[in-house]
């Protein structure tokens, strides 16, 4: 798998997201959930000139939706929470 296949989206517009970014240099990713924790740290290092100390990963599961008169239990995905060295830092809308 290439690394913009393993990292589908960042997670930044929680309030957690946001507090783990600003107090602990901590990113959320939405991954591939086949990648496992070295896939996902050489992804993140490919993608931004950063260095990643520890990975950590888990499978949030689907939620049942309402779907016209029924009900659809949308899909499983994997989240990973991704802690940066000290001084390193993404910044998502450079190019904005």
Do not use: C
């Not at 499983?76 to 001084?87: F, P, T």
Request: charged fraction near 35%; charge should be positive.
């Amino acid at each position: 798998m290439t690394p913009e296949q393993i990292i589908r989206r960042p997670l930044m517009l929680t309030e957690k997201g946001n507090r783990l970014q600003e107090e602990e240099n901590q990113y959320l990713f939405e991954v591939h959930q086949d990648a496992n924790k070295p896939q996902i740290r050489d992804a993140i290092e490919a993608l931004f000139p950063v260095k990643v100390e520890k990975v950590h990963t888990m499978i949030v599961r689907g939620r049942m939706r309402r779907m016209g008169r029924g009900q659809a239990k949308t899909r499983n995905w994997k989240k990973a929470i991704v802690s940066l060295r000290e001084g390193d830092t993404i910044d998502f809308w450079e190019g904005a």
